[in-house]
């Protein structure tokens, strides 16, 4: 059974960090592409991070220099570094396959980020 488990939201101050955990169950891990996204009130959930089964990461202009994503296939892990918060990073945040194939798993409940200005 495919499973896909947000961890690691929460409030915090602008400027602040958080470290957001992705846990993955049920697919063949390592060789995927996994990324993150995230969809804040009213809008579309867009593709905010990304990285190759080979550890090779791109990310949107917005988070650049203060998002980093790594990933553990020992674990099946995948993980959002966020530095410098900005109250626009405020959404729920989401992980899932990535490039080329984009999104192709039944996303999991996510894990809600409130930076407050």
């Known amino acids: 059974q495919v499973q896909l488990v947000e961890s690691g939201g929460g409030l915090v101050q602008a400027g602040g960090s958080l470290r957001l955990s992705c846990a993955a169950s049920g697919i063949f891990f390592s060789i995927n592409s996994m990324a993150w996204y995230r969809q804040a009130p009213g809008k579309q959930r867009d593709l905010v991070a990304s990285?190759?089964?080979?550890?090779?990461?791109n990310y949107a202009d917005s988070v650049k220099g203060r998002f980093t994503i790594s990933r553990d296939n020992n674990k099946d892990m995948v993980y959002l570094q966020m530095n410098s918060l900005k109250s626009e990073d405020t959404a729920v945040y989401y992980c899932?396959?990535?490039?080329?194939?984009?999104?192709?798993?039944?996303w999991g409940q996510g894990t809600q980020v409130t930076v407050s200005s």
């Open positions: 990285i190759t089964s080979v550890g090779n990461t």
């Open positions: 899932n396959t990535g490039p080329p194939i984009g999104s192709v798993l039944p």
